[in-house]
Every structure is written in C-alpha cells, then in structure tokens.
C-alpha cells in the first residue's frame, strides 16, 4: 500500500506570512496515461468536513482562494499558503488516488 | 448542490446499523461515491466507492462487513454495516468524486456533514 507521510505535523505561522506543508508518497502517483499527478489537497476546520482546495496536485478548486498553491511530482509534493489569514487555521491533508484513496495523517497549522 | 447522512448512533459490538447518504443537485447514479470515515481526534480513511455503473469497491478494513448500495429513484446511497467493531467508531462522510471533462480526478469536491457512529458496550 502507498504510505502518505506529511511534515511537520503541526505548525506555527505568523499572520501574514507563509505556511509550507510537504507531502510525501511511498511511491510516485504519476498517472502515466494523462501525465497528472493523483494527489489533492484538503482543508479541515474543526466539525466541518473536509474541503477540496487542490487537485491533480497544482490546479486550485473553483472559489479556493489563489494564497493557496500546490506544487510537486511523482513522490514530493507541497502546499503553501502565500500570506496566512486568520481563516485558514485548519488541519490540512494530502491525499493520493493512484490506488485506492490514501490520505496523510494531516498537518495542524495555527497562528503564531 | 449537497449531500446530507443520516443514521449514525450507538451500536453495541456485533451489531449492524444502516447509514443513509441523500444527494440534491445531481444524480448518484451518473457519479462515484464515496464513504470516507474519521475516527474521533484522528485522520482521514478512505472506506468504500460505488461507481455510476453500479460497481463497488472496499477497504480491506471493512470488506466483508459493509455493503453499498443506491436507491436511483430517491438518489440515495446506503451503508450497510454488520458485525460492527470498537474500531469502526467514526464520524462517517459521502463524498463526490470530482470528474473532469470524462476523467477522475480522484478528488473529492462535495462533502456531507457526516454522521457518527459510536460502537461500545
């Protein structure tokens, strides 16, 4: 089974500032036959569900504020988040669908 | 556009309950679904998929115990879930694949609120 391991796990940003969430998959989830990379990026706030903000590892959800951009191939991916607003404290998750879905064990990121 | 769960509660071990997934804005049957669960303070976990046509896929965790099925007229999903287990305790969500143009994304773009199940004696 494909292994997803995020660092760090939690993480303190100041307002303002930028949040750089790293995603590693045990193995690459390069889709050979449409060249897209399987991974997509969730944002979880506290009893809500979680929201789509990246798929196909750099192409932003309609209505996903462009402060939040993915980047990455095959094995190593990142979510950053340009300028950190209040609103983004969350739980974020990678999540791979070259298999059967996977996610990460999710980063924490709060204010500093 | 929206999915809503219904059927969660308190279920002793060994039992079985029935989780609903009712969809408005677009029609279960033309889309993947899938069951994504989350244990109280802890991760994601991917637990089944129904595809369009019919077919339906498990975690291993769960194969042999849940069943998914769809009811088309009222564009509803359904969770089966027997011989239920301490571990099975989840906050447990539907979810929309996103497709574009003709492909899977993988991703998934409308979530319900979940409803949560609690196994225990």
């Known amino acids: 089974d494909i292994v997803m391991t995020q660092s760090p796990d939690s993480l303190a940003v100041s307002l303002g500032e930028r949040a750089t969430i790293n995603c590693k998959s045990s193995?690459?989830?390069?889709?050979?036959?449409?060249?897209?990379?399987?991974l997509a990026w969730y944002q979880q706030k506290p009893g809500q569900p979680p929201k789509l903000l990246i798929y196909w590892a750099s192409i932003r959800q309609s209505g996903v504020p462009d402060r939040f951009g993915g980047s990455g191939s095959g094995t190593d991916f990142t979510l950053t988040i340009s300028s950190l607003q209040a609103e983004d404290v969350a739980v974020y998750y990678c999540?791979?669908?070259?298999?059967?879905?996977?996610f990460g064990q999710g980063t924490k990121v709060e204010i500093k | 556009v929206q999915l809503v769960e219904s059927g969660g509660g308190v279920i002793q071990p060994g039992g079985s309950l029935r989780l609903s997934c009712a969809a408005s804005g677009f029609s279960v049957s033309r889309n993947y679904i899938t069951w994504v669960r989350q244990a109280p303070g802890k991760g994601l976990e991917w637990v089944s998929v129904?595809?369009?046509?019919?077919?339906?896929y498990y975690a291993d965790s769960v194969k042999g115990r849940f069943t998914v099925s769809r009811d088309n007229s009222k564009n509803t999903l359904y969770l089966q879930m027997n011989s239920l287990r301490a571990e099975d305790t989840a906050t447990y969500h539907c979810?929309?694949?996103?497709?574009?143009?003709?492909?899977?994304?993988?991703?998934?773009?409308?979530w319900g609120q979940g409803t949560m199940v609690t196994v225990s004696s």
């Open positions: 999540q791979q669908f070259y298999t059967t879905p996977i």
């Open positions: 193995q690459s989830v390069l889709y050979s036959s449409n060249n897209k990379n399987l």
């Open positions: 129904i595809y369009g046509g019919g077919d339906t």
């Open positions: 979810a929309r694949d996103l497709i574009i143009g003709q492909s899977r994304t993988g991703a998934f773009d409308i």
